[in-house]
């Protein structure tokens, strides 16, 4: 069982940066594939970023490739974080932290959802024009 807590969003100005955090209960936190999702109101939960349990490999959304988002974690401190820079009002959502048993060199698993057994409750971040 792991249990994740997110923390660190909020109400920011279109440009500004904020870091979520994801903190994991567990002691093999190592192990699972972290990955970070949001939901906008009226819309599918979407893929961010993730990043396997080495920290060696990481996959981004193609909408927040080039710097725009960062993700990285912590193995020593259960935690995967998630750096947002220079954020548009089109970032508004829930975002979620997940974990997932499993590592793959497919991309495309990092992006389906329903393959990461583990949620948090989700945190919102609102970017205002």
């Known amino acids: 069982q792991v249990r994740l807590v997110e923390s660190g969003g909020g109400l920011v100005q279109a440009g500004d940066s904020l870091r979520l955090s994801c903190a994991a209960s567990?002691?093999?936190?190592?192990?699972?594939?972290m990955g970070w999702f949001r939901q906008a109101p009226g819309k599918e939960r979407e893929f961010v970023a993730a990043i396997v349990g080495r920290g060696d490999n990481t996959y981004y959304r193609d909408s927040v490739k080039g710097g725009r988002f960062t993700i990285s974690r912590d193995n020593a401190k259960n935690a995967v974080y998630l750096q947002m820079n220079n954020l548009k009002p089109d970032d508004t959502a829930v975002y979620y932290c997940?974990?997932?048993?499993?590592?793959?060199?497919?991309?495309?698993?990092?992006?389906?959802?329903?393959?990461?057994?583990?949620w948090g409750q989700g945190i919102q971040v609102t970017v205002s024009s």
């Open positions: 997940a974990a997932g048993l499993w590592d793959s060199p497919d991309s495309n698993y990092y992006e389906a959802w329903h393959l990461y057994s583990y």
């Open positions: 567990g002691r093999t936190f190592s192990s699972y594939s």
